[in-house]
């Protein structure tokens, strides 16, 4: 699938996790569908509360549904500024609304461990006794990683 071609002439998704990070439950209007064959699709709505993967930070995942139709959510993308939702569709999607519903428990998990990186960035910093840069960071496996610019950290000479 061409997302250039998927989000043409779509206007910005409102993204509502900006708003209330906490929101798992929405509704909005559904601007386009492409399907990719008998059970997948793609799906962009003018609001989302899912958080694409971006900045480190693993898919959000759930799922939307609407008066005949359900998807559900494995993937969702941000391309420019327009989320796109992707997974297993049931049933047919004629526009109107769907209510979405974001899987608590992971995304919790991820932002937990996102607020965690950054802590640690600063921690790190700090110790260091200066900036570092975060090149990598991984929170979709079992164990949250983060990797600083320098490999092996050294002591402070007053801890010694
Ligand atoms: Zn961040």
Known sequence: ????????????????????????????KILRVEREGKNKAYI??????????????????????????SLKVTKSMGFRDVVIHYGMIEGEVDGGTVTGEVYWEPRYLYMRRHTGGHLLDHCLA???????????SWLGGSRGRSE????HPTRRKSDS
């Open 126 to 136: 700090s110790l260091l006794e200066g900036p570092i840069e975060t090149t990598d």
């Open 148 to 151: 600083g610019e320098r490999d």
């Open 44 to 69: 962009v709505l003018d609001a989302t509360a899912f958080h694409p993967k971006s900045g480190g930070q693993p898919t959000d995942t759930g799922t939307l549904r609407g008066q005949d139709c």
């Open 1 to 28: 699938m061409n997302l250039q071609d998927m989000t043409r002439s779509l206007p910005q998704t409102e993204r509502l996790y900006f708003k209330d990070s906490y929101l798992t439950k929405f509704s909005a």
